[in-house]
């Protein structure tokens, strides 16, 4: 655990982004706290040179596709105590940097702390549970841009998202749960606060658990943590989307298949 320094900005903002050729995406995204000049680090994927000329903003050019190497790369070049994912595409809400900061303070044994999110209606993004200790169940429902972090922790435990996993990736959601999970395994501290910090757009890869892409990405999951039993984890999956009407019955099949293609990929390349 990390001590943290009584910076006024000690929290860097790691943003992930693809083709830009100007930093003004960033306007938007701090549209409601435009005065201030915190730390950013942009990650841009792209085969073009994106430059900043602000001191508060670094950009690494990244030649390279897959959300989850922009997060890694973003970690590895990380230079504040704390930390927070964003991508380019969410508002933050006023005041949102202290509000992560004050989370830290106020919880000081914590290593990674994740927020609420809303969507552009103003409702929250989930159905967040009550709870203050994240566990297994829990971080399922956790999107990577709520997700802020000791650097230190992260950092020293050598924890990174798996490059199958995330959008632009073989497997394309479930990287921020393996990711919060090797937190778990390294015996980190993960804390839920019950506050909202952005906005972000209703659809997202992660909400639409009965689409072919997902149901393929589970199932790989399932086979990088449980094996063998990844085929019962499967069934069960599958017998859940039918009960919650999330497929009809001549898809059980179907769905089914997609999944045992989504483990025989992820064998044959790990």
């Known amino acids: 655990m990390s001590n943290l320094k009584d910076n006024k900005n000690n929290l860097e903002i790691l943003i992930s982004t693809i083709n830009k050729s100007s930093l003004d995406f960033i306007n938007n995204i701090l549209k409601n706290n435009i005065e ?15 430059k900043s000329n602000q001191n508060n903003i670094r950009v690494i050019n990244l030649n390279s596709i897959g959300l989850s190497k922009s997060r890694n790369t973003a970690i590895q070049n990380s230079s504040s105590d ?111 606060v019950q506050k909202v910090i952005l906005t972000h757009k209703s659809v997202s890869s992660g909400k639409l658990a009965e689409k072919d892409e997902n149901i393929y990405a589970r199932a790989a999951i399932f086979y990088k943590i449980f094996g063998k039993l990844s085929y019962l984890k499967l069934v069960h999956h599958i017998y859940l989307l039918k009960k919650k009407n999330m497929i009809n019955f001549n898809q059980i099949f179907v769905k089914f298949m997609v999944g045992i293609k989504g483990i025989k990929k992820f064998k044959s390349i790990r």
């Open 36 to 50: 201030c000049l915190y730390p950013i680090l942009v990650v841009n994927q792209s085969k073009n040179e994106l």
């Open 82 to 192: 704390l930390c927070i994912f964003c991508d380019d595409d969410i508002v933050y809400k006023e005041n949102f940097y202290n509000t992560i900061k004050t989370a830290f303070k106020e919880n000081i044994d914590a290593d990674v702390i994740t927020f609420q999110i809303e969507n552009e209606h103003g409702q929250l993004f989930k159905d967040y549970d009550n709870l203050k200790y994240h566990n297994k169940k829990s971080i399922k429902k956790v999107n990577s841009v709520a997700i802020a972090f000791k650097r230190k922790s992260i950092v020293s435990n050598k924890i990174k998202f798996d490059s199958l996993f995330g959008l632009g990736s073989t497997f394309k959601t479930g990287d921020e749960y393996l990711f919060l999970r090797d937190c778990l395994k390294k015996n980190l501290k993960i804390i839920f």
